[in-house]
């Protein structure tokens, strides 16, 4: 079992920046590839950045291309997601998920789940 704890949100206004962390309770957690999800109301859960293991080449959508930056710290079992330039369309509560392996972008393939944190950017 794995147990994810975000943190780190909060309501910014635009061209700010925000780290989130993730933190994990797995003793096994550089086998885990983790991911950031987020949702905003009345859309999907999207894939917002995904690692497999710390140095390997991240994974992040489009729309977040040279804002965002995920990385991980398997000595403290935490994953970090730097987010700069911060725009409204970014508002959403943001989740981290882990899954054994791989990284995946469809977030059925993960099995745990932290709870979310909220995100809000102001014009």
């Known amino acids: 079992q794995v147990q994810l704890v975000e943190s780190g949100g909060g309501l910014v206004q635009a061209g700010d920046s925000l780290r989130l962390s993730c933190a994990a309770s797995a003793r096994t957690f550089n086998r885990y590839a983790v991911a950031w999800f987020r949702q905003a109301p009345g859309k999907e859960r999207e894939i917002v950045a995904a690692?497999?293991?710390?140095?390997?080449?991240?994974y992040y959508a489009d729309s977040v291309k040279g804002r965002f930056t995920i990385s991980r710290d398997d000595a403290k079992n935490t994953v970090y997601l730097q987010m700069d330039s911060l725009k409204p369309e970014d508002t959403a509560v943001y989740y981290c998920?882990?899954?054994?392996?791989?990284?995946?972008?469809?977030?059925?393939?993960?099995?745990?789940w932290g709870q979310g944190t909220q995100v809000t950017v102001s014009a």
């Open positions: 998920a882990a899954r054994s392996g791989r990284y995946r972008v469809d977030p059925s393939e993960y099995n745990y």
């Open positions: 690692i497999t293991w710390s140095g390997g080449t991240p």
